[in-house]
């Protein structure tokens, strides 16, 4: 394995914005896991489909295509809330484990963020990061984040939306979001995304001096 960077953690922790960085920092390719657990919610609701019903999401993530991650429409609140009801199915998760794994196997390396990548996807990854801040910090940028895409919605639906998202997202028996136990976690509530970067990026180094030392 080349060197893979597992960045976990819950909505609008920052994950997202650190591993675009840490890729651009080791020029390494950068996966949004969320986004195609995001595709298939939208694909299901645009196909007049039940979230709820495995086979129906099943069928939309086995023929996903790159195209269907570029939409606008997949960064969305009510994208983020159907993600997360089809990610709850397994054979939903299996149809999308393969492109994952296949995504942390190049060489020389890659990014991946998302829930379940220093646990399931990349579980030998060399540096494992897990993102967190309050729910309140977090709903605050999400917020600001779907304003500024033009969405109109308060304060306290995001900061709902986020309490239950975390829930499911922490319940569900498949694969459920949880900080592998070699991650280190880095909890940004009082941070800019300059220093929480900043923090991601020692800790990186630190695991990249071990795994080159580990290679020999
Ligand atoms: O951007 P945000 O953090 O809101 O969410 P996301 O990373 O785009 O993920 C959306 C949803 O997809 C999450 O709430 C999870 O339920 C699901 N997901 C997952 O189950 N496993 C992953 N590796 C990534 C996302």
Redesign the pocket.
């Known amino acids: 394995m080349g060197f893979v960077i597992a960045v976990d953690g819950?909505?609008?922790s920052g994950k997202?914005t650190i591993a675009v960085k840490l890729g651009q920092l080791y020029g390494l390719p950068v996966l949004?896991?969320?986004?195609l657990?995001?595709a298939v919610g939208v694909k299901v609701l645009a196909e007049g489909g039940d979230l709820a019903d495995a086979a129906a999401a099943t069928a939309a993530a086995r023929s996903l295509e790159s195209a269907e991650l570029e939409s606008p429409t997949v960064r969305t609140r009510g994208a983020?809330e159907a993600?997360?009801r089809v990610?709850v199915h397994t054979p939903v998760r299996e149809a999308l484990r393969d492109y994952q794994r296949a995504f942390a196997a190049q060489e020389p390396g890659a990014v991946i963020d998302?829930?379940?990548?220093g646990t399931v996807i990349a579980p030998d990854a060399p540096a494992k990061l897990y993102i967190t801040a309050t729910p309140q910090a977090r709903a605050d940028r999400r917020w600001k984040q779907l304003i500024g895409q033009g969405e109109a919605v308060s304060f306290e639906e995001i900061l709902a939306d986020i309490r239950t998202?975390d829930a499911?997202?922490e319940a569900r028996a498949d694969?459920p979001m949880v900080a592998a136990p070699d991650a280190v976690l880095l909890d940004t509530t009082e941070m800019t995304i300059d220093a929480a970067f900043d923090a991601a990026r020692r800790i990186v180094e630190a695991a990249r001096s071990r795994w080159e030392t580990a290679k020999g």
């Not at 949004?32 to 986004?35: K, M, P």
């Not at 998302?114 to 990548?117: A, K, L, S, V, W």
């Open positions: 819950p909505a609008a997202g949004d896991s969320g986004l657990y995001r983020g993600a997360s990610a998302g829930r379940d990548i998202r499911r997202d694969s």
